[in-house]
């Protein structure tokens, strides 16, 4: 079926190594795809976003990668900090008509614990 | 600029009751869409609306409908509540086409 799953629902870093958080998805017709931040009690917090005629992505301290031949994204934050402790979605663009941007389908996600 | 507003934060019925939770656009946004997310799982898309129309919708039963207006702000209604109904309750509003979605930090409703 479709669907964007993650290969890992833990991550544990120390403070100011790198991380990576990983994702599938199946829907090889999908070109849009996002990545959340969600802090306990609030909503997901836009991150990065990458369109499928990119393979990279760059922006303050993190990068998405985009691998469309074995449909794999993931999100590498440098110098991981405490405060990047969360649960970290990727999501997947399927859109509702005109071109909008509507259906996001979302992985479970990893959360992501940051050891000082 | 202001975010995504929803209220109320929290919210507690019973069942076969009926609820509207409320949302209000980012400044500029012309789109609104629902989601629900249930513990420990991602955000699942309920519909969304632009120009005041539903403009898709996801597995909900039409026990789950919608509204927007004028100014873009937005409510769910859920009649006849049930206890899965359970979660928390997430606007996103963005720009038509693809643009990314800004959530509001969500209702959480709880079902007795």
């Known amino acids: 079926g479709e669907s964007v799953g993650l290969h890992l629902p833990t991550l544990s870093v120390q403070e100011g190594d790198n991380s990576i958080i990983n994702c599938a998805y199946s829907?090889?017709?999908?070109?849009?795809f996002i990545w959340y931040k969600q802090e306990s009690g609030k909503g997901p917090q836009f991150i990065i976003d990458?369109?499928?005629?990119?393979d990279k992505r760059q922006g303050q301290r993190v990068t998405v990668l985009l691998n469309k031949t074995v449909k794999h994204l993931s999100l590498q934050i440098a110098a991981t900090q405490p405060g990047d402790s969360a649960v970290y979605f990727c999501a997947e663009n399927r859109g509702v008509g005109g071109g909008s941007q509507g259906n996001l389908i979302f992985g479970k996600g990893t959360k992501l614990s940051v050891k000082p | 600029e202001t975010g995504v507003t929803q209220s109320p934060t929290h919210l507690i019925k019973t069942r076969g009751q009926q609820v509207t939770l409320r949302c209000s656009s980012q400044s500029g946004h012309n789109t609104v869409s629902w989601y629900q997310q249930a513990l420990g799982q991602g955000p699942q898309f309920i519909f969304q609306y632009y120009r005041e129309e539903e403009n898709g919708r996801g597995n909900f039963p039409p026990r789950f409908s919608g509204l927007q207006f004028p100014n873009y702000s937005s409510e769910l209604n859920v009649n006849a509540l049930e206890l899965d109904d359970s979660a928390l309750y997430l606007c996103a509003s963005s720009l038509q086409g693809d643009q990314p979605q800004h959530f509001g930090d969500g209702t959480r409703l709880s079902i007795l």
């Open positions: 829907n090889s017709a999908s070109d849009y």
């Open positions: 990458i369109r499928s005629n990119m």
